[in-house]
C-alpha cells in the first residue's frame, strides 16, 4: 500500500519592552503575540541587528531581519534565540518565500541544507521529504499531519518554515513516533489587531493559474477577538502529458484574547488536492539502456479518472500566564483525511518497481490498481514552562505529556490477472488498456494489501534550558515514550500488536567563544513504527540515535550562519525478506553542512548552504543490497545560493532583483545501488516591484531549460524528469 509518512514565552528583553501592548504567550507548539507589531531593531543576544542592515519586523511567529529568523520555538518548544539552541535548526521566513516566489514547500525546502522536500509530481500520500539522508515529517504548528493530506504544497497560510535536524522524540512523537532525519514544521499565519485584506493571483507556464486572498479583521472594538482567514486555489496544468492538477486550501482563524495573560485560538482547515496519479518512469529508457522515452510521457491511459487527497482538521490552542515564571499551553487537534489513488501501474512481471523492461525492447506488463484510504487523528499536547533566574543563571524549565492516536484503514486492490491478460505495452510506442478501476466485484481483484490499524503514542517529558552568564548555554532533557500499533488484516484474517515503552533522552551544550562565535555539542535519541509494514511475526519498532557537533556565528556586517558535522544511525530497519519484513537493517548518515547569510545593508541579501551527506547501508542484506551501498533517493551533495537586491529611493525605487542556483549531485535509485542519475543544477531569477498596496514580480524557474532527472520514491524507487522551464507572474493589492 503506498504509505504516507505521515512549535514560548519569551523573546529577548528589548523587544519585551517594545510589545508591552501585545499578548507574550507560552504556545507549545508556536511563540507568537496576538498584536503585530511595525518593524522595529531588535538587539540579539549575539549582539543585536546592524542599523545598516534589514530592518527587523516582528512577526506573529517571531522577530525576523531581513532573510535572518532571530528566535525558533521547533528545537525547545520555547521562543529561543536560535544561535542558543545546540543543534542544527534553519529557519525559511515568509520574506524568503516572497522573494523567491516559491510555488511549493518543496522548493521553499532548498534554502535548507540537507532538506528535501516531496516532489511536486507525487500523490500527497507518498512522502519523499528527507533530512540528512533520511526520511523526514512535516508538521502543521508543531504536530504531525502523518500523511500530508491535501493540498501539501500550499503557502498561502505559512508565515514561515523551520527545519530541525535529527530524531527529537522529547518534543515530537506523534503519529507512529519520533521522526529520523528530522522535522519540517510549518508555522502558520495568525490573527492581529489590525485591518488589512491582501488578494492577488500567479499565473504562467503551463495554464497554472492561483488567486489568492489573506483577509484579518479585529471583530470587536477592543481587539480582544480577532479573526484571520487565508485562502488560495490552484489550477495548472505539467510539462508531463495528461496531467492536470486542481488543489484548493482555505484556512480560518479565530483568537480570543485578554490582550494581557491568556488566549484561545481555533484554526480551521479545509484543503484538497485532485490530479492523475503520476507514477514516474523506469529507469531504463531515461538513465540506463539502449533507448530513450518520452521523459514528458504520462504512462496509463489519457482518461485514467483523478486520484484525490482531502483533509478537514480543527486545531485548538489556549495559553496562560499565570505570574512573572509560570505559564501554561494546551494544543489540541483533530482531523481527517481520505485519499484515493487510481494507477495502471507499469511492472516487470511481478517486480513493481519495474526499472527494466519484461520484454524485449521496451515492453512493460500493466496492472490496474486502485488504492482507497481514511484516517481520523487526534492529538493533545499540554505542557507548563517556568522561566527563573538562580545566580548568575537563566533556566527554562519545561513540563509536558501529550497523546496521538491515529486510525487509519486503507485498501489496495490490483488485478493479478491484468499482468498476464492486459499483455505488454510498448513505451516506444504506447497503446494501452481501458483502465477498468478495481475493487470488491470488479474482474477478479485482488487485496494486494489492506490494514484497519490504530497507531498510538503518548508520552511525558521534562527539559531544562540553562544559560551561565550568558556564554554557556545547555539543554537536557528527557522523554518516557510508549508506542503502540494495532495491525488488523481482514482480507488476510492477520492482527499483530506493537507496545514498547523507552526512555529517550536528549543533551546539548552551547559555548560563547567570543561575541559572535559559539561551539555546541548534542546528542538525541528517538523511537519510530512503521505504518503499512507486514512484519515476521508481531511489528517492531526501529530505533535511532543522533550526535552532532558544530559552530554559529554572527560576525558583524550581516554575516550569520551555522555549520555541522552530525551522524544518524538507525536500527531495526524493516527489510522485506520474501512474505514480509523484518527488522533487520541497519543504516548510517554521516555528513557536514553549512547555512550562511550575508546582508551587509539594507540592500544586499545573499543566502548560501551546502551539505554532503553520506547515507549508507550497514549490513549485508541479501536480495536488496550490500553493506556499503549508498541509501537511494538522497544526493551526496547539495547546494543553494540566492542573491537579492533592493533598490534605494530614487528612479528605481520599489524595484528589486533576485537570482539563484541551486545544484546537486547524483543519486541512487534503488538500494541495490544499480541505478543512478546524474548531477544537475538549475537557475531561477525573478524582477519585483512594491510601491504602496501594490505589489508584482515575475520569476523564471531553470531558467537555463536545463534537461534533468530525480529519483522519484514510487514502489521502492523509479525516475521523474526535473522541473522544466517555466515563467510566472504575479500581482497582488492590500488595502488596509
Given at each position: 500500500m503506498s504509505c504516507a509518512s505521515r512549535l514560548a514565552w519569551a523573546s529577548s528583553v528589548s523587544l519585551m519592552a517594545l510589545s508591552s501592548a501585545a499578548l507574550s504567550l507560552s504556545g507549545a507548539a508556536r511563540a507568537q503575540s496576538a498584536t503585530e507589531l511595525p518593524p522595529v531593531i531588535v538587539q540579539s543576544s549575539a549582539g543585536g541587528a546592524d542599523a545598516s542592515g534589514p530592518p527587523v519586523t516582528q512577526t506573529?511567529?517571531?522577530?525576523?531581519?531581513?532573510?535572518?529568523?532571530?528566535?525558533?520555538?521547533?528545537?525547545?518548544?520555547?521562543?529561543?534565540?536560535?544561535?542558543?539552541?545546540?543543534?542544527?535548526?534553519?529557519?525559511?521566513?515568509?520574506a524568503i518565500i516572497e522573494d523567491q516566489n516559491n510555488l511549493t514547500v518543496a522548493e521553499a525546502l532548498q534554502n535548507a541544507s540537507a532538506t528535501q522536500g516531496t516532489n511536486p509530481l507525487q500523490t500527497p500520500a507518498f512522502n519523499s521529504m528527507y533530512i540528512r539522508g533520511f526520511p523526514a515529517e512535516m508538521l502543521v504548528d508543531g504536530i504531525t499531519t502523518f500523511y500530508n493530506g491535501g493540498d501539501r504544497d500550499s503557502l498561502v497560510n505559512v508565515e514561515r518554515i523551520e527545519v530541525l535536524k535529527g530524531p527529537n522524540a522529547i518534543l515530537y512523537g506523534g503519529g507512529t513516533g519520533a521522526p529520523l532525519g528530522g522535522v519540517v514544521n510549518v508555522v502558520s499565519k495568525m490573527p492581529t489587531d489590525r485591518f488589512f485584506t491582501e488578494f492577488g493571483f500567479t499565473f504562467g507556464s503551463y495554464s497554472y493559474l492561483q488567486?489568492?486572498?489573506?483577509?484579518?479583521?479585529?471583530?470587536?472594538?477592543?481587539?480582544?477577538?480577532?479573526?484571520?482567514?487565508?485562502?488560495?486555489?490552484?489550477?495548472?496544468?505539467?510539462?508531463?502529458?495528461?496531467?492536470?492538477t486542481q488543489r484548493y486550501s482555505f484556512n480560518p482563524t479565530l483568537t480570543f484574547t485578554n490582550k494581557t495573560d491568556t488566549s484561545l485560538t481555533l484554526q480551521a482547515k479545509i484543503s484538497s488536492w485532485e490530479q492523475q496519479e503520476y507514477q514516474g518512469l523506469p529507469a531504463t529508457g531515461t538513465i540506463a539502456g539502449d533507448f530513450r522515452l518520452n521523459p514528458k510521457m504520462f504512462i496509463g491511459p489519457a482518461d485514467t479518472p483523478v486520484s484525490y487527497s482531502r483533509v478537514q482538521s480543527l486545531t485548538a490552542t489556549f495559553d496562560h500566564t499565570f505570574n512573572d515564571i509560570w505559564s501554561a499551553n494546551v494544543q489540541a487537534r483533530i482531523s481527517k483525511t481520505e485519499f484515493r489513488e487510481l494507477a495502471q501501474?507499469?511492472?516487470?512481471?511481478?517486480?513493481?518497481?519495474g526499472n527494466a523492461p519484461a520484454e524485449p525492447v521496451a515492453n512493460w506488463n500493466v496492472l490496474n490498481m486502485a488504492l482507497y484510504q481514511e484516517q481520523k487523528e487526534a492529538t493533545i499536547n499540554a505542557s507548563a514552562l517556568a522561566q527563573f533566574n538562580v545566580g548568575p543563571t537563566k533556566n527554562k524549565l519545561l513540563f509536558g505529556a501529550d497523546y496521538s492516536r491515529v486510525a487509519d484503514n486503507g485498501y489496495m486492490y490490483g488485478d493479478f490477472n491484468d499482468i498476464f491478460t492486459l499483455g505488454y505495452v510498448d513505451l516506444l510506442n504506447p497503446v494501452y488498456p481501458t483502465f477498468v478501476a478495481p475493487g470488491p466485484g470488479v474482474n477478479d481483484a485482488n487485496v494486494i494489501s489492506d490494514g484497519e490499524n490504530t497507531y498510538t503514542t503518548a508520552g511525558a517529558y521534562v527539559q531544562l534550558q540553562t544559560s551561565v552568564w550568558d556564554r554557556?548555554?545547555?539543554?537536557?532533557?528527557?522523554?518516557?515514550?510508549?508506542?503502540?500499533?494495532?495491525?488488523?488484516?481482514?482480507a488476510f484474517d492477520?492482527?499483530?500488536?506493537?507496545?514498547?515503552?523507552?526512555?529517550?533522552?536528549?543533551?546539548?551544550?552551547?559555548?560563547?567563544?567570543f561575541k559572535g562565535l559559539a561551539v555546541y555539542a548534542s546528542y538525541s535519541e528517538g523511537m519510530k513504527g512503521n505504518a503499512f509494514v507486514t512484519y515476521v511475526g508481531a511489528p517492531q519498532p526501529e530505533f535511532s540515535d543522533q550526535s552532532e557537533v558544530g559552530l554559529k556565528f554572527d560576525l558583524g556586517a550581516g554575516?550569520?550562519?551555522?555549520m555541522a558535522l552530525f551522524e544518524i544511525n538507525r536500527t531495526g530497519v524493516p527489510v522485506f525478506t520474501g512474505m514480509a519484513s523484518e527488522s533487520i537493517g541497519e543504516q548510517r548518515s554521516r555528513g557536514f553542512e553549512a547555512d550562511v547569510l550575508w546582508q551587509p545593508n539594507r540592500n544586499w541579501k545573499v543566502l548560501a548552504?551546502?551539505?554532503?551527506?553520506?547515507?549508507?547501508?550497514?549490513?549485508?542484506?541479501?536480495?536488496?543490497?550490500?553493506?556499503?551501498?549508498?541509501?537511494?533517493?538522497?544526493?551526496?551533495?547539495?547546494?543553494?545560493?540566492?542573491?537579492?537586491?533592493?533598490?534605494?529611493?530614487?528612479?528605481?525605487?520599489?524595484w528589486s532583483v533576485g537570482a539563484g542556483l541551486y545544484a546537486a549531485s547524483g543519486a541512487y535509485v534503488d538500494l541495490a545501488n544499480v541505478y543512478e542519475t546524474s548531477s544537475y543544477y538549475t537557475i531561477d531569477a525573478n524582477v519585483s516591484y512594491q510601491r504602496q498596496n501594490f505589489k508584482a514580480s515575475l520569476t523564471a524557474k531553470n531558467l537555463t531549460g536545463e534537461d534533468y532527472f530525480v529519483p522519484f520514491n514510487y514502489y521502492g524507487g523509479r525516475i521523474a524528469p526535473g522541473d522544466a522551464r517555466g515563467v510566472y507572474a504575479k500581482a497582488a493589492w492590500t488595502f488596509q
Amino acid at each position: 500500500m503506498s504509505c504516507a509518512s505521515r512549535l514560548a514565552w519569551a523573546s529577548s528583553v528589548s523587544l519585551m519592552a517594545l510589545s508591552s501592548a501585545a499578548l507574550s504567550l507560552s504556545g507549545a507548539a508556536r511563540a507568537q503575540s496576538a498584536t503585530e507589531l511595525p518593524p522595529v531593531i531588535v538587539q540579539s543576544s549575539a549582539g543585536g541587528a546592524d542599523a545598516s542592515g534589514p530592518p527587523v519586523t516582528q512577526t506573529t511567529a517571531g522577530p525576523v531581519e531581513g532573510y535572518r529568523a532571530l528566535t525558533a520555538a521547533s528545537a525547545t518548544r520555547t521562543n529561543t534565540p536560535i544561535e542558543d539552541i545546540p543543534q542544527s535548526i534553519v529557519v525559511i521566513p515568509r520574506a524568503i518565500i516572497e522573494d523567491q516566489n516559491n510555488l511549493t514547500v518543496a522548493e521553499a525546502l532548498q534554502n535548507a541544507s540537507a532538506t528535501q522536500g516531496t516532489n511536486p509530481l507525487q500523490t500527497p500520500a507518498f512522502n519523499s521529504m528527507y533530512i540528512r539522508g533520511f526520511p523526514a515529517e512535516m508538521l502543521v504548528d508543531g504536530i504531525t499531519t502523518f500523511y500530508n493530506g491535501g493540498d501539501r504544497d500550499s503557502l498561502v497560510n505559512v508565515e514561515r518554515i523551520e527545519v530541525l535536524k535529527g530524531p527529537n522524540a522529547i518534543l515530537y512523537g506523534g503519529g507512529t513516533g519520533a521522526p529520523l532525519g528530522g522535522v519540517v514544521n510549518v508555522v502558520s499565519k495568525m490573527p492581529t489587531d489590525r485591518f488589512f485584506t491582501e488578494f492577488g493571483f500567479t499565473f504562467g507556464s503551463y495554464s497554472y493559474l492561483q488567486p489568492y486572498f489573506d483577509f484579518n479583521a479585529p471583530l470587536n472594538t477592543d481587539g480582544t477577538v480577532l479573526f484571520r482567514m487565508t485562502g488560495e486555489y490552484t489550477s495548472a496544468g505539467s510539462f508531463i502529458d495528461v496531467l492536470d492538477t486542481q488543489r484548493y486550501s482555505f484556512n480560518p482563524t479565530l483568537t480570543f484574547t485578554n490582550k494581557t495573560d491568556t488566549s484561545l485560538t481555533l484554526q480551521a482547515k479545509i484543503s484538497s488536492w485532485e490530479q492523475q496519479e503520476y507514477q514516474g518512469l523506469p529507469a531504463t529508457g531515461t538513465i540506463a539502456g539502449d533507448f530513450r522515452l518520452n521523459p514528458k510521457m504520462f504512462i496509463g491511459p489519457a482518461d485514467t479518472p483523478v486520484s484525490y487527497s482531502r483533509v478537514q482538521s480543527l486545531t485548538a490552542t489556549f495559553d496562560h500566564t499565570f505570574n512573572d515564571i509560570w505559564s501554561a499551553n494546551v494544543q489540541a487537534r483533530i482531523s481527517k483525511t481520505e485519499f484515493r489513488e487510481l494507477a495502471q501501474n507499469f511492472t516487470a512481471g511481478f517486480d513493481f518497481a519495474g526499472n527494466a523492461p519484461a520484454e524485449p525492447v521496451a515492453n512493460w506488463n500493466v496492472l490496474n490498481m486502485a488504492l482507497y484510504q481514511e484516517q481520523k487523528e487526534a492529538t493533545i499536547n499540554a505542557s507548563a514552562l517556568a522561566q527563573f533566574n538562580v545566580g548568575p543563571t537563566k533556566n527554562k524549565l519545561l513540563f509536558g505529556a501529550d497523546y496521538s492516536r491515529v486510525a487509519d484503514n486503507g485498501y489496495m486492490y490490483g488485478d493479478f490477472n491484468d499482468i498476464f491478460t492486459l499483455g505488454y505495452v510498448d513505451l516506444l510506442n504506447p497503446v494501452y488498456p481501458t483502465f477498468v478501476a478495481p475493487g470488491p466485484g470488479v474482474n477478479d481483484a485482488n487485496v494486494i494489501s489492506d490494514g484497519e490499524n490504530t497507531y498510538t503514542t503518548a508520552g511525558a517529558y521534562v527539559q531544562l534550558q540553562t544559560s551561565v552568564w550568558d556564554r554557556v548555554h545547555l539543554l537536557a532533557g528527557v522523554r518516557v515514550a510508549n508506542l503502540q500499533i494495532d495491525n488488523v488484516s481482514p482480507a488476510f484474517d492477520t492482527s499483530s500488536t506493537l507496545s514498547t515503552t523507552k526512555v529517550l533522552p536528549r543533551i546539548g551544550a552551547m559555548v560563547d567563544l567570543f561575541k559572535g562565535l559559539a561551539v555546541y555539542a548534542s546528542y538525541s535519541e528517538g523511537m519510530k513504527g512503521n505504518a503499512f509494514v507486514t512484519y515476521v511475526g508481531a511489528p517492531q519498532p526501529e530505533f535511532s540515535d543522533q550526535s552532532e557537533v558544530g559552530l554559529k556565528f554572527d560576525l558583524g556586517a550581516g554575516l550569520t550562519g551555522s555549520m555541522a558535522l552530525f551522524e544518524i544511525n538507525r536500527t531495526g530497519v524493516p527489510v522485506f525478506t520474501g512474505m514480509a519484513s523484518e527488522s533487520i537493517g541497519e543504516q548510517r548518515s554521516r555528513g557536514f553542512e553549512a547555512d550562511v547569510l550575508w546582508q551587509p545593508n539594507r540592500n544586499w541579501k545573499v543566502l548560501a548552504n551546502y551539505a554532503y551527506v553520506d547515507a549508507t547501508l550497514m549490513n549485508d542484506i541479501a536480495g536488496v543490497g550490500t553493506a556499503g551501498n549508498q541509501i537511494n533517493i538522497v544526493p551526496p551533495n547539495s547546494g543553494r545560493l540566492w542573491v537579492h537586491y533592493s533598490f534605494d529611493p530614487g528612479p528605481l525605487e520599489g524595484w528589486s532583483v533576485g537570482a539563484g542556483l541551486y545544484a546537486a549531485s547524483g543519486a541512487y535509485v534503488d538500494l541495490a545501488n544499480v541505478y543512478e542519475t546524474s548531477s544537475y543544477y538549475t537557475i531561477d531569477a525573478n524582477v519585483s516591484y512594491q510601491r504602496q498596496n501594490f505589489k508584482a514580480s515575475l520569476t523564471a524557474k531553470n531558467l537555463t531549460g536545463e534537461d534533468y532527472f530525480v529519483p522519484f520514491n514510487y514502489y521502492g524507487g523509479r525516475i521523474a524528469p526535473g522541473d522544466a522551464r517555466g515563467v510566472y507572474a504575479k500581482a497582488a493589492w492590500t488595502f488596509q
